[in-house]
């Protein structure tokens, strides 16, 4: 059984940063791709940002150059650095893994429990 573990979210003034963790546990073969989607209250779920096994990263164009996503292999762990927040990155932010369990297995996607970010003055 896969496990996601988030943490990190919190308030933060606007131009503020914050760091979000998403821990993987459980039993599986791989893990490929690694994300971090949002959704603010009345809107449709969106991507933040990718990053897969080998390293290459995918953001959505209004956080580029502000976010950075980044991983752990060895813990299997994923992390999204927020800096110059905006208010209007306010959203629950949810992790997403997809995890082989076995090997010649399509794999699945796993979500997080979400964490809220609020950026207000």
């Known amino acids: 059984q896969v496990q996601l573990v988030e943490s990190g979210g919190g308030l933060v003034q606007p131009g503020g940063s914050l760091r979000l963790s998403c821990a993987a546990s459980?039993?599986?073969?791989?893990?490929?791709?690694m994300g971090w989607y949002r959704q603010a209250p009345g809107e449709q779920r969106e991507l933040v940002s990718t990053?897969?096994?080998?390293?290459?990263?995918n953001y959505a164009d209004s956080v580029k150059g502000r976010f950075t996503i980044s991983r752990d292999n060895a813990k299997n762990t994923v992390y999204l650095q927020m800096n110059s927040l905006k208010p209007e990155d306010t959203a629950v932010y949810y992790c997403n893994v997809h995890i082989v369990t076995a090997p010649f297995v399509p794999g699945d996607d796993y979500w997080g429990q979400g964490t809220q970010v609020t950026v207000s003055s």
């Open positions: 459980g039993s599986f073969f791989i893990i490929t791709t």
């Open positions: 990053i897969t096994s080998s390293g290459s990263t």
